[in-house]
Every structure is written in C-alpha cells, then in structure tokens.
C-alpha cells in the first residue's frame, strides 16, 4: 500500500522561508513522481510542482522562482523549498504520487494517483 507522509507545514511571516517534506513507502521502487499541490479556503486546488523517479523538476508557470523541489532518494522524501512567502501561498499544501514508468515528465495541472494528508502553511503579515 502507497502512503504518502507531508510534514513541514506552520505559521511564519511574509518574506520568509518554509520546507515541506513529503516521505512515500510501499512503491518498492524509485520509479515514481512526487507531486505537490495546495489548497487555499474557497479555492480550487492548484498544483505548484512535480518532480519524477528521475530527478526531473517541472513547475506551474506561477510558481517558478520561488519554489523548489528536490528529492531524496535513499530517505523516500521529497521536498518543497518555499522561499518569500506571501500572504497568498497560505493554503493546505498535499503531496500526491504516481508511478513515472521511466518518463521525465509530471504535471501537476492533474492530479496524481496517491494523496498523503495535507499540512497548513499559513503566511502572515
């Protein structure tokens, strides 16, 4: 069974930094993308980054210049490098996975087929 772990979420203010971390089991293998999303009240979800089995990072258009994503493969965990946060990245952030099948592509403009609970990043000012 595929489960998914997001930690790393909290409360900090405009302008600073934040690192979400997403640690998978039961793939077996390391042939899998990581997906993260968010969720702000009232709003649709919205992806922000994906990165593949292979190491291959890809953004949503809105979120390149301050996010990075990044993987560790010998600890299962993917992380989420938040940098200048603003006032409207508060959201619930989720991390979701699917198989890569060797690809180098992931698109978080849908949604993946593993979801891990989300965790709270909230911005104030």
């Known amino acids: 069974e595929v489960q998914l772990q997001a930690s790393g979420g909290g409360l900090v203010q405009a302008g600073e930094s934040l690192r979400l971390s997403c640690t998978a089991s039961g793939f077996g293998h390391d042939d899998y993308s990581i997906g993260w999303y968010r969720q702000a009240p009232g709003k649709e979800r919205e992806g922000v980054s994906c990165?593949?089995?292979?190491?291959?990072?890809h953004y949503a258009d809105s979120m390149k210049g301050r996010f990075t994503i990044s993987r560790d493969v010998a600890k299962n965990t993917v992380y989420l490098q938040m940098n200048s946060l603003k006032l409207e990245d508060s959201a619930v952030y989720y991390c979701?996975?699917?198989?890569?099948?060797?690809?180098?592509?992931?698109?978080?403009?849908?949604?993946?087929?593993?979801w891990g609970q989300g965790t709270q990043v909230t911005v104030s000012s």
């Open positions: 990165i593949t089995g292979d190491g291959t990072a």
């Open positions: 979701s996975a699917e198989e890569s099948y060797g690809s180098s592509y992931c698109d978080t403009r849908y949604g993946m087929d593993y």
